[in-house]
């Protein structure tokens, strides 16, 4: 039997991939202000951005869209995704969104005040800029492994456990509940162990914390729950996330990742403490709570997302891919964040661009180098996403420099893989030809979505 591990779906609808020229490239990314964000997708030709929102659906998830139902209350659609999301997280109250980071802003609206601290293994930007919207800290406590690009371990997602107690001991009394998000996606899509969550959940609970899960990568998190954490190789990936939800007390969920749609979200809580308030600000700003600014049809997809997501055969090859591309990586020598994640690899810019300083940006002059070369698109998780132009002038850095190629789900085969690995080792050869960038201009918020930049040695005038 060959042991070929092949894309576990046939494909019924394709998108043709329009190509294009360096030379074209770079007007386009000049034009684009040297932003990735601001290129037009029919730019790229492999769109690594993210693995979020951009999954191809199936079928079957094509046929559930027929059967939505648009009734503005009581839609059945509503109560399919009830039931669903019910039997695989436990929790009573499902609050749909349009996605996740509107279940995060009503959360914490109704969950914090202003002064509050929230602890995480790292928090998201969405999730972060949400809490400091409302004048909360966010605090990342991963375990030190999870900063370091090159240490192995099993589970460089896990929280630090000592950190969150002393964290508890001195300022507990502004903790309002914890979170961990799982994967770690700002840290390079690593998985937590049940062991640690349910650590985790322990210290919490003694001080009368609850714990949220950031669940949108929950499916894969649990398969590297079973190929990884001692005691569960022989448990379905169902049943893993079925054990690690009911170690929580409710989650916030983009539906855009392991949900396997295009759009979508909830909030999800087995306590009623919050619902009230959360549903009230929900029909405020997203809708009636049976539709939560979803279509009935996007919560019927969402049904049955949440159910092929959990499959083995596909888990195992979503893990298979990245981290296929990262022993081939690691093979031509090119740094990056090992293990490799469950839906990206992260390049370790600093690591490849060794000539360029912080200030000018290693990720993101990395990330616009790729896309110049051979028209991929990654995304920059470092200083331009995580540092900060403080109200001094003063600038603040993010601990690692990293370009994530983040794989949309069931959408490309191993053959446009092997280009992206033949475009990384080609460039690396040259990395000491590429140029370090400025920000221009930027917003207080989440700069990177609209920031403005230029060449570091470009003469200005
Ligand atoms: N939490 C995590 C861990 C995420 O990765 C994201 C989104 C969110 C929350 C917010 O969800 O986009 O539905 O509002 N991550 C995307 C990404 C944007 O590219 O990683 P959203």
Known sequence: MPHTLFEPFRIKSVEPIRMTTRAE??????????NPFLLRADDVLLDFLTDSGTSAMSAKQWGAIMEGDESYAGSRSFFR???????????????????GRAAERILFSVACKSGDVVPSNTHFDTTRANLEYQGVEPVDLVIPEGLE?????????????????????????????????LTNNSGGGQPVSLGNLRAYRDLLARHGKPLILDACRFAENAMFIKMREPGWADTSPRDIARETFALADGCTMSAKKDGMVNIGGFLALREGRWVEAAKNLLILTEGFPTYGGLAGRDLEA????????????YLRYRLRTAEYMGQRLAAAGVAHVEPTGGHAVYLDARSILPHLAPEDYPAWSLCNALYLEAGIRGVEIGSVMFGKRLDSGEETYHSMDLVRLAFPRRVYTQSHFDYAIEAICELKARAHEVRGVRIT?????????????AWADAKVG
């Open 441 to 453: 201009h930027q917003s207080r918020y989440l700069r990177h979505f609209t920031a403005e930049l």
């Open 81 to 99: 995704l009830e039931k669903v999301v019910r039997d695989l997280t436990g929790y009573q109250h499902i609050i749909p969104t349009h996605q």
């Open 149 to 181: 690009p090159r240490t192995r371990h099993p589970f460089k997602g896990n929280i630090d456990l000592g950190r969150v107690e002393a964290l508890l001991a001195e300022r507990g009394d502004r903790v309002p509940f914890g979170m961990i998000t």
């Open 302 to 313: 969402l049904a049955v997302g949440l159910d092929e997501v959990l499959d083995e055969h």
């Open 25 to 34: 490239r770079e007007r386009l990314l000049d034009e684009a202000k040297l």
